[in-house]
Structure formats: structure tokens, C-alpha cells
Nanobody, 119 residues
Framework: QVQLVESGGGLVQAGGSLRLSCAAS????????MGWYRQAPGKQRELVAT???????NYADSVKGRFTISRDNAKNTVYLQMNSLKPEDTAVYYC?????????????WGQGTQVTVSS
């Protein structure tokens, strides 16, 4: 089992910044891709950004140029630096981790952290 601990959400004014962190822990697992998704009230969960173990990144068009995803492989931690935040970025943000143990692959989700951007 892989445990994910998220931190860094909160309330910020439009134009401000927040940094989310998600630390993964678990024995006998190797961590592959990591990412962030978000879900706003009444909407489906959507991809925000992903990063592979090799550092290749992918972003939703709505956050390109404002958000940066990064990871520290030694700490099995993924970060999301969010700049120039807009009210429409308000959502619960979920960490997503793809892990492997032996020949088996697993997907884990964090508990979610609330990000609220006021206008």
C-alpha cells in the first residue's frame, strides 16, 4: 500500500500563489508517474498536470504558463507551484500516483486539499 500526504492548500486572492505538495510512502513500491487533478463543485475531476519519473511534464491548457509541476524522486514527493491564480482555479486538488510492485501496477489518490481563490 502507498500512502499519500498532501499539503499546501488554502485561501488566496486572485493573482496570488500557492504551492501544493504530495509525499508518497510505501515499502516495496517504485513510483512512476505522479500528477495533480482537481474537482470543482458540480464538475468532473480533471487533469491539471502530470510528470513522469524521467521528468516529462504535461499540463492542462487552462494552467499552462501559470502552474509548474515538479518532483523530488529521492523523497517521492510531487509539487505543484500555482501562480497567477484565478477564481476558476478554485477546486479540491488531488494528488495521483502510479506505482509498481513486481509486475503489478497500482493507482493511488490523495485525500484532496482545498484551494480557494477569491476575486
Amino acid at each position: 500500500q502507498v500512502q499519500l500526504v498532501e499539503s499546501g492548500g488554502g485561501l488566496v486572492q486572485a493573482g496570488g500563489s500557492l504551492r501544493l505538495s504530495c509525499a508518497a510512502s510505501g515499502s516495496s513500491f517504485s513510483i512512476n508517474a505522479m500528477g495533480w487533478y482537481r474537482q470543482a463543485p458540480g464538475k468532473q475531476r480533471e487533469l491539471v498536470a502530470t510528470i513522469t519519473s524521467g521528468g516529462s511534464t504535461n499540463y492542462a491548457d487552462s494552467v499552462k504558463g501559470r502552474f509548474t509541476i515538479s518532483r523530488d524522486n529521492a523523497k517521492n514527493t510531487v509539487y505543484l507551484q500555482m501562480n497567477s491564480l484565478k477564481p476558476e482555479d478554485t477546486a479540491v486538488y488531488y494528488c495521483n500516483v502510479q506505482a509498481r510492485r513486481s509486475v503489478y501496477e497500482f493507482v493511488y489518490w490523495g485525500q484532496g486539499t482545498q484551494v480557494t481563490v477569491s476575486s
